[in-house]
């Protein structure tokens, strides 16, 4: 996944991508290992100063999904539960003409997860699904939620 976004001051680019893996061990309940990494890098200016901020991120997470129709199904909505972590740094970088100052940062958390998801299955093993999650997290110390939507395949073996 990538994304822009640009303002009268400044711009930013971020890229995400990941994978899990997951097993259906009963006919309505599965157990996913999840994986994230996250890079972002917004960069801006006015009459005094330049920055740049770039962050870099690992998630890792564990959670429970529990489908809402069985196996057989062509759609098959889902909500999950789960833990995770996330580990990330951070550099911050601002350029003044007489002046650099740069500062390093990094932070951990554990975190909640909170989702609902549906998959469209387009043949027997193959499904295109979307998903909605909430990251309830807390890096040194400051609570956040983080919102995500992501589209993904998915293959059944």
């Given amino acids: 996944y990538m994304s822009f976004q640009n303002s009268e001051n400044s711009k930013t680019?971020?890229?995400?991508?990941?994978?899990?893996?997951?097993?259906?061990?009963?006919?309505?309940?599965?157990?996913?290992?999840?994986?994230?990494?996250?890079?972002?890098?917004?960069?801006?200016?006015?009459?005094?100063?330049?920055?740049?901020?770039?962050?870099?991120?690992?998630?890792?997470?564990l959670s429970w999904i529990q489908n809402l129709s069985d196996k057989d199904s062509s759609f098959q909505p889902y909500f999950k539960l789960g833990v995770g972590y996330i580990d990330r740094t951070q550099r911050v970088e601002i350029n003044a003409p007489t002046l650099t100052i740069v500062e390093d940062s990094r932070g951990h958390s554990a975190t909640g997860i909170t989702g609902f998801g549906l998959r469209m299955f387009v043949a027997k093993r193959f499904a295109i699904r979307g998903e909605g999650t909430v990251i309830w997290s807390g890096i040194n110390g400051k609570p956040a939620r983080h919102y995500l939507y992501n589209g993904g395949l998915s293959w059944f073996f």
């Fill in 13 to 61: 680019i971020s890229r995400s991508g990941g994978a899990s893996l997951s097993y259906r061990f009963l006919a309505f309940s599965e157990i996913e290992l999840g994986y994230a990494n996250e890079r972002s890098k917004e960069m801006g200016s006015n009459n005094f100063f330049s920055y740049t901020i770039s962050t870099f991120g690992d998630r890792y997470s």
